[in-house]
């Protein structure tokens, strides 16, 4: 199994701006999809951000024109650049990755552990 660990969490002022990163372990065969969710105390876990095979991204609208998803595949790591953070989107961010390890092998999904991102007013 592939382990994903995310970094850049933390506290920041309302309108400020983080960077998370979430490192990949090592390389995978073939990535179908790369994304970061968030979840918040006693909500329900929600996709921010998503990059899938072929380079398409989708967001959640909430975050458009804020944030930005970007991978570096040499060094096996994704990003998620966050602007104008408002205090609601306090929450873990997660990182996941759905991925082959061969050609016709199974879909494998994998999860980081999260990192804290709390936006104040």
């Known amino acids: 199994q592939v382990q994903l660990v995310e970094s850049g969490g933390g506290l920041v002022q309302a309108g400020g701006s983080l960077r998370l990163s979430c490192a990949a372990s090592?390389?995978?065969?073939?990535?179908?999809?790369m994304g970061w969710y968030r979840q918040a105390p006693g909500e329900q876990r929600e996709l921010v951000a998503a990059s899938s095979v072929g380079g398409s991204t989708n967001y959640a609208d909430s975050v458009k024109g804020r944030f930005t998803i970007s991978r570096d595949s040499l060094k096996n790591m994704l990003y998620l650049q966050m602007n104008s953070l408002k205090p609601e989107e306090t929450a873990v961010y997660l990182c996941?990755?759905?991925?082959?390890?061969?050609?016709?092998?199974?879909?494998?999904?994998?999860w980081g552990q999260g990192t804290q991102v709390t936006v104040s007013s």
């Open positions: 090592r390389r995978m065969f073939s990535i179908i999809r």
């Open positions: 996941n990755y759905r991925y082959r390890e061969a050609p016709n092998s199974r879909e494998y999904e994998n």
